[in-house]
């Protein structure tokens, strides 16, 4: 078989990975939001450097968790899971040097702490950033109410 033979083979078949990582990907996404809405949510996962660690990624409530999944992976597990009583909203702000090119246009930069003393620093939308914070606020039913929020 002559070289071009094999050549033509192999663009072929990185072809085929491609299209079917692709169709994966838009059938993993369907899936995601068929049980409840999606939003666009960044999340910082390094910050050692300034405007860096940034990963694009969904975000989905799912009753007491808010679930992060990154954009370009297959997995349909969420890469990272936050309870809505381990969640304090500190604040936002808009994006600042290199966080400018990394996220998308419209988004702002929260910030927020755990019960456990980790910074979370999210990126999303104004309206997604509303839902958020009454996603925070909202008690489910059977809640006891005389409890103190954690703030």
């Known amino acids: 078989m002559p070289w071009w033979a ?8 990185v072809l085929l990975l491609c299209v079917c990582y692709a169709v994966t990907l838009v059938v993993r996404r369907r899936l995601l939001a068929r049980h409840g809405g999606t939003f666009e949510l ?3 996962v390094r910050s050692s450097k300034a405007g860096r660690g940034w990963v694009l990624g969904v975000g989905r ?5 808010l679930e992060w999944f990154r954009v370009f ?3 349909p597990r969420p890469t990272k899971v936050w309870g809505r009583k381990e969640l304090i909203y500190q604040g936002r702000r808009e994006r600042v040097g290199g ?8 988004h ?3 910030v927020c702490h755990t019960t456990a003393g980790e910074t979370v620093e999210l990126a999303l939308t104004r309206s997604s950033l509303l839902g958020l914070q009454a ?3 909202a008690r489910p039913p ?10």
């Open 6 to 13: 094999w050549l033509l083979d192999a663009v072929a078949v």
């Open 42 to 44: 960044s999340h910082r």
């Open 61 to 65: 409530y799912h009753g007491d968790r």
């Open 73 to 75: 992976s297959p997995n």
């Open 99 to 106: 966080e400018q090119i990394s996220l998308y246009a419209d």
């Open 108 to 110: 702002l930069v929260i």
């Open 135 to 137: 996603w925070l606020e």
């Open 142 to 151: 059977g809640t006891n109410w005389t409890e103190a929020p954690l703030r």
